[in-house]
Structure formats: structure tokens, C-alpha cells
């Protein structure tokens, strides 16, 4: 039976603590989606309705504001992998 190869991509996207800051595979992977003049503009797309608005507004529930950083963090995250892979 053939290995799992989703297991690889899972690994990939929770390393441990000690992972070297090297570009991994998945790393390069998103620098080449996202580095097409559509990808760069879902990019922008993402970050424009995530990081670039508020997290929590007065008078609306705190979780809001803790759901609202969890998105924040997954641009940040697909940022943080394309700036590895580009400085491989």
C-alpha cells in the first residue's frame, strides 16, 4: 500500500519548534502559487478583508476579535512561507 502523502503535507504545515528557518517544500509551494499575477491579487484580496481591518470593534462580543485573528494569522503565515522561500 502507498505511504499517505497527506501525512507529509500535515507534518509540513505543523513543524516542531526546532525546524531550521529554511524554505521547506510547502514553503516553495506557496511562493509559486502565489507569485502569478492572480495569486498576488487573491493575496492582496486576503490581507485587504483580514489584516487590514480591525480585529475587534466596541460593543461587539471579544470572541469576535479572537476569531478575527485567527484569519489574521493564516495571511500572516502564507507571508511568513513566501518570504522563506524567497530568501533560499
Known amino acids: 500500500m502507498a505511504e499517505n502523502q497527506n501525512n507529509q503535507l500535515d507534518d509540513d504545515l505543523w513543524p516542531e519548534v526546532t525546524e531550521d528557518p529554511q524554505a521547506s517544500q510547502m514553503d516553495m509551494l506557496y511562493a509559486t502559487v502565489f507569485n502569478t499575477p492572480d495569486g498576488l491579487k487573491v493575496l492582496k484580496h486576503l490581507a485587504s478583508t483580514t489584516i487590514d481591518q480591525p480585529c475587534w ?28 522561500a524567497k530568501n533560499v
Do not use: C, D, H
Open 57 to 84: 470593534y466596541p460593543g461587539t462580543e471579544p470572541s469576535n476579535g479572537y476569531f478575527r485573528e485567527g484569519q489574521n494569522s493564516l495571511i500572516r503565515q502564507i507571508n511568513s512561507r513566501i518570504r522563506r
